[in-house]
């Protein structure tokens, strides 16, 4: 069975510091990664997709794929209280519609 | 605003009652996605559709649970007969075919008494 595994935190950063999320998967044939951030009570809003090894970044945000390790992970540089929310990794095969999804990671961004 | 919309956001009904939740995708959006979310958990893939044709409904829930498209452009989910498990969000999300991004609306919240 295909799975996405987060650590579901909460994990607690000091506003300004970086914050680092982590995620693993199982099918090594995933080719498309997500992050989604999520508010309590909201739906899911997507923050970046990553499709090759290395990193790509977007304003504070810089997502790194390892497809040999079978991680990727979500930095935030310069963290903020507004960054606090639980953060959900998605996984998809080339050919597949249907995301995996990990359970998220709670962050908590402490003033 | 061109997002996702989804209509009801919050539906309380009675155990035994049947409902129906109202999805439109972004216009451009040929793809459309139904998923549930329980707390603590990620969204749980229930359906898909491009354009018309329901390409996955396998994964849905199980026989009380059935989606349309008619036209292609927005697309109802109808819960027959609820239990009280059923309570959770639904959630729908768009895409385009040449992405896999896939773009979520707000979400219906259901609670079954």
């Known amino acids: 069975q295909k799975e996405v595994e987060q650590n579901s935190g909460p994990l607690s950063v000091p506003e300004g510091a970086i914050a680092s999320l982590n995620c693993t998967y199982s099918d090594r044939v995933s080719q498309s990664f997500f992050w989604y951030r999520q508010y309590s009570g909201k739906s899911p809003e997507l923050i970046m997709s990553i499709y090759s090894n290395g990193d790509k970044e977007d304003g504070r945000f810089t997502a790194q794929l390892n497809k040999a390790s079978q991680y990727v992970s979500l930095l935030i540089r310069d963290s903020q209280p507004s960054d606090s929310a639980t953060y959900l990794c998605a996984v998809n095969e080339d050919s597949n519609y249907q995301l995996i999804w990990g359970a998220g990671t709670k962050l908590i961004i402490k003033p | 605003d061109t997002g996702v919309s989804q209509d009801p956001r919050h539906k309380i009904t009675k155990r035994g009652q049947n409902v129906t939740f109202r999805c439109d995708p972004i216009?451009?959006?040929?793809?459309l996605y139904w998923y549930r979310q329980t707390l603590g958990q990620g969204p749980e893939f229930l359906t898909y559709?491009?354009?018309?044709?329901?390409?996955?409904k396998s994964r849905l829930l199980s026989d009380r649970f059935s989606a349309e498209r008619p036209k292609g452009s927005f697309s109802t989910l109808e819960i027959q007969r609820t239990e009280q498990g059923d309570s959770a969000m639904y959630l729908c999300?768009?895409?385009?075919?040449?992405?896999?991004?896939?773009?979520f609306g707000p979400g219906t919240r259901l609670t079954v008494l």
């Open positions: 559709f491009q354009n018309e044709a329901q390409l996955e």
């Open positions: 216009s451009e959006h040929n793809r």
């Open positions: 999300a768009s895409s385009l075919t040449s992405s896999d991004e896939q773009f």
